[in-house]
């Protein structure tokens, strides 16, 4: 059986054509398949560069970024205090700046990298809150909460009388700063703050069950911790919801960055323009956020979060390693599950 192959013709010195030499089929696929590999590697080594040249200028850019805000909050003190002031809303809208710029380069980043850099954002964040609480004066608020009806809710135990008031004040039991809100240790109450009440201030949700929380606004950053049966519901939040030791609960909310802790059987609701993070975590269920109230347009856009940008089901599990194979410690719930429509309490016309 004769060979397959090509006729290549071969000339000598004094120009004259030799005899056709046949070159086998298979070493013309063998070069053709060493071009292609060659070519591969080329363009996976010119990608990894442009890849190493961006995580080196995000690098170099939110280094410079960071160190400018420490030194804004370290320049802060009691000598000029409206002075400081300004500086600290200055540093808070850099960090703001710099959560966004995080979200952004993020596709590009190493699991190494991500951590770095949430790690000092949630730093400055939490030296942002020290250096408010040492140059801003400190005050108790007291937080009002509307029963849903005597025929849904249960009569208060003695803990919470001694809480409240008669007319339904619930008090913080630590002193807050006036740049924070929130409400804690409360059970079987509707909970409700106002778009003015909670304007790009922290809000501190933690000790509740059996609540109902609507956040009108929008929020710098929320904190949830502690609490169990309760359904939570906030408007654009400018930077990241923390969320620790929840159960059986609902969560809806649009922000820049999640993380949750220790959470098991909870639902959530989720708008967010980076990847959302869970850590011993079980029984979570995602899906989209859902929910609306007048005005929550533009609080979109004082909150810097892109309502066209969701990642919703992009969660990433950090007890959960194992590339190709999802995480079973969190899902996606059914279309038919989802909630579309929600209580309607204390909306302000």
């Known amino acids: 059986m004769a060979a397959l192959g090509v006729d290549v013709n071969v000339g000598n010195d004094d120009g004259e054509s030799n005899a056709a030499i046949k070159v086998p089929e298979r070493v013309l696929r063998r070069d053709q398949a060493r071009l292609e590999e060659a070519e591969r590697r ?3 080594k ?43 809303e200055e540093a808070t809208s850099k960090i703001q700046q710099l959560q966004k710029f995080f979200n952004d380069s993020m596709m590009f980043l190493t699991q190494y990298e991500i951590r770095q850099a949430q790690a000092s954002l949630q730093k400055l964040q939490s030296s942002l809150a020290e250096k408010r609480d040492e140059l801003l004066p400190k005050k108790k608020f007291a937080f009002r909460s509307r029963n849903t009806g005597a025929s849904k809710q249960p009569p208060p135990d003695q803990q919470t009388l001694d809480k409240s008031d ?21 059970d079987s109450q509707v909970l409700i703050k106002q778009a003015e009440e909670i304007q790009q201030r922290d809000v501190l949700l933690s000790h509740l069950t059996n609540c109902k929380v609507r956040l009108y606004g929008c929020p710098s950053t929320v904190h949830i911790k502690n609490v169990r049966g309760c359904e939570i519901l906030s408007g654009p939040v400018s930077s990241s919801v923390f969320v620790d030791q929840c159960t059986d609960s609902t969560l809806v909310f649009p922000c820049q960055q999640l993380r949750t802790h220790n959470t098991t059987a909870t639902r959530i609701y989720l708008h967010v323009t980076s990847r959302a ?10 899906a989209p956020f859902a929910w609306s109230y007048p005005g929550i347009e533009d609080h979109f856009k004082v909150a810097g979060v892109d309502p ?6 992009e969660v990433d599990d950090f007890n959960w390693l194992a590339a190709g194979t999802p ?9 038919t599950e989802r909630i579309c429509s929600w209580d309607v309490v204390g909306q302000e016309s």
């Open 42 to 44: 080329r363009n996976v």
């Open 46 to 88: 010119e990608s990894q560069t442009v890849t190493e040249e961006k995580s080196d200028f995000f690098t170099s850019t939110f280094n410079d970024e960071k160190t400018t805000v420490e030194e804004m909050l370290s320049s802060c003190n009691h000598n000029d205090r409206d002075k400081s002031q300004n500086t600290l």
């Open 277 to 286: 993070i869970i850590e011993d975590c079980h029984g979570v269920q995602f």
């Open 327 to 335: 995480s079973p410690n969190w899902t996606v719930i059914p279309e």
């Open 166 to 186: 008669a007319a339904g004040t619930v008090v913080v039991d630590a002193a807050v700063s006036v740049n924070q809100c929130g409400f804690s240790n409360v």
């Open 308 to 313: 066209n940008r969701n990642n919703w089901r």
